[in-house]
């Protein structure tokens, strides 16, 4: 009897694809928001809300504090899809959002509150910087997947760009460095005032976005667009093993982890430090705002370069961390005025920031499709679940330290 042979099915797109990776992408944009609301406004908070340094500095904490799950929602992701995984974070982010505006007179409990909220939020943080690249592959072709998961993973790098723009010039500085007419009487019911609307905008937005994902967000196309995307993937527990025994993967997620990990960290205190070298809270709100903007214009531009050239991610990456190495030993020395004797001015401290925040955060997707690629067929949600969570533990060493030393 004659064997029938099944031509392979042709990968087929949507036009509705755009639309999950914007739902995504705004959920990413949020969350990185709500992430960096404290940063930049650090000392407008301590004087508003009686915050110390050590509570500016856990406020960011709670970023890589919530990833401590991090497994269990690549678990989720690989088991359950993207419609539940999404669904529990941005529920997260709402009721994370909401404890934050709870107005409470005594600011004890409502310093504890703010802290509760950061937590849930940060609980968010797994699902919208891992599933990008499973996004990309559940939904776009093959010519399409690096675009899509730079737009995906960059627009949660915007967020907190985000915070450094609206931050600062909506709540006004104890030391009045507010360009706002509507600010010129700065006083600590006033600056309170402006720090709460801000939170209000905040949990509005996230609300926003929360109800268009229970509307529609589905877990995946009726056809698969490829056929990575229709192919078997490895189980969770042979997935952790054949990550943890390929030494190549390892060395890259070191890569990745390292750099982006300490800086995520520096980037989200960059006001408090700053501070003792006489930046106001505005300038650094701009050099973090342009740092991240850039690097998210050039990452998707890299990406978008990568998807019509392959076998050129590791020569991309290459360049990219050493521009990185040259920005950073620039703004190492330019600080070390007492050693090096070289001016310290507003244009290379803008300067040499930027510089570093567009070579590193435009590095991000590359790396994302780098890990796909070498460890396959891993499920890339736990691909990029471990070097995240692994990316975490750095920036929160660095936080650690930091925050033992001003106290």
């Known amino acids: 009897v004659p064997v029938r042979r099944l031509a392979p099915l042709a990968g087929r797109v949507y036009g509705r694809r755009w639309l999950v990776l914007l739902l995504f992408s705004l959920l990413g944009f949020a969350q990185g928001l709500v992430w960096n609301s404290w940063g930049p406004i650090q000392n407008s908070a301590r004087l508003a809300f009686g915050f110390s340094g050590w ?8 970023g890589p504090i ?3 799950p991090c497994f269990f929602f690549m678990w989720l992701m690989d088991k359950k899809g993207l419609r539940v995984t999404v669904l529990l974070t941005s529920s997260l982010m709402v009721l994370g959002a909401g404890l934050r505006c709870v107005p409470v007179s005594d600011l004890e409990i409502r310093k504890k509150l703010i802290h509760g909220g950061q937590l849930l939020n940060g609980l ?5 910087m891992n599933a990008a690249p499973f996004l990309s592959t559940t939904w776009f072709s093959p010519d399409e997947r690096a675009t899509a998961t730079a737009i995906a993973s960059l627009l949660n790098y915007l967020g907190a760009a985000g915070a450094f723009l609206v931050g600062p010039l909506v709540v006004p500085s104890p030391n009045e460095t507010s360009h706002l007419p509507l600010v010129s009487q700065s ?3 006033h600056i309170k005032d402006r720090i709460e609307a801000v939170l209000y905008a905040e949990f509005g937005l996230v609300s926003l976005i929360f109800s268009a994902a229970l509307a529609y967000f589905p877990s995946r196309p009726p056809f698969p667009p490829s056929v990575a995307a229709a192919s078997q ?3 969770y527990r042979r997935s952790f093993c054949r990550l943890l025994s390929n030494f190549r993967f390892l060395m890259i997620a070191l890569a990745y982890a390292i750099p982006l990990g300490v800086f995520s960290g520096w980037s989200g205190v960059l006001d408090l430090i700053l501070t003792p070298v006489h930046v106001s809270q505005v300038d650094a709100g ?3 705002f342009w740092s991240i903007v850039g690097g998210c214009v050039v990452g998707i531009a890299m990406a ?4 019509f050239i392959r076998g050129m991610l590791k020569f991309i990456l290459l360049l990219l961390l050493s521009g990185a190495t040259l920005a950073s030993t620039w703004f190492t020395l330019t600080c070390l005025t007492s050693v090096t004797h070289l001016p310290l001015t507003t244009a290379t401290l803008y300067t040499s920031c930027i510089l570093l925040g567009i070579f590193l955060n435009s590095s991000v997707p590359i790396f994302f499709e780098l890990f796909v690629e070498t460890v396959y067929p891993v499920p890339e949600g736990i691909t990029c679940g471990v070097v995240t969570f692994l990316s975490n533990v750095f920036m929160g060493v660095l936080l650690f330290f930091l925050t033992f030393y001003h106290t």
């Open 304 to 307: 978008r370069f990568a998807d």
């Open 233 to 235: 993937r490895l189980s």
């Open 187 to 189: 006083n600590t019911e």
């Open 286 to 288: 701009w050099i973090g």
């Open 124 to 128: 968010a943080g797994p699902t919208v």
């Open 66 to 68: 919530g990833f401590a």
């Open 55 to 62: 509570d500016i500095a856990l406020l960011v904490f709670w």
